[in-house]
């Protein structure tokens, strides 16, 4: 088992930046990946980003190249999602999740979710 916890949502205006956390715990001696995804009112829960936590591989959705950076900290067993330039169609909750395959953006793969954070941006 593996458990998950974000934080770090928010309100900012168009333009700017949120970093957001996602505390991980529970079984992390296995090899896996760490997901953000993001849903908007009414719309399908969608892969943002993810990192393998053994080798820091990185893989990002389209709109968000170039401005979002995901990252880790082992020591703190914590996995971020830096969020620069921020856009009013990045407004969603933001969810990290854990999958035990290798750099999957399927939502199906992903095993364990955390709670989501709320991330509103401002025009």
């Known amino acids: 088992q593996v458990q998950l916890e974000e934080s770090g949502g928010g309100l900012v205006q168009a333009g700017g930046s949120l970093r957001l956390s996602c505390a991980v715990s529970?079984?992390?001696?296995?090899?896996?990946?760490i997901g953000w995804f993001r849903q908007a009112p009414g719309k399908e829960r969608e892969f943002v980003a993810a990192?393998?936590?053994?080798?820091?591989?990185?893989k990002y959705t389209d709109p968000v190249k170039g401005r979002f950076a995901i990252s880790k900290d082992n020591a703190k067993n914590t996995v971020y999602l830096q969020m620069n330039s921020l856009k009013s169609e990045d407004t969603a909750v933001y969810y990290c999740?854990?999958?035990?395959?290798?750099?999957?953006?399927?939502?199906?793969?992903?095993?364990?979710w955390g709670q989501g954070t709320q991330v509103t941006v401002s025009s």
């Open positions: 999740a854990a999958d035990h395959g290798f750099l999957s953006s399927q939502r199906a793969r992903y095993d364990y």
């Open positions: 990192m393998t936590w053994t080798s820091g591989l990185r």
């Open positions: 529970g079984r992390t001696d296995s090899t896996y990946t």
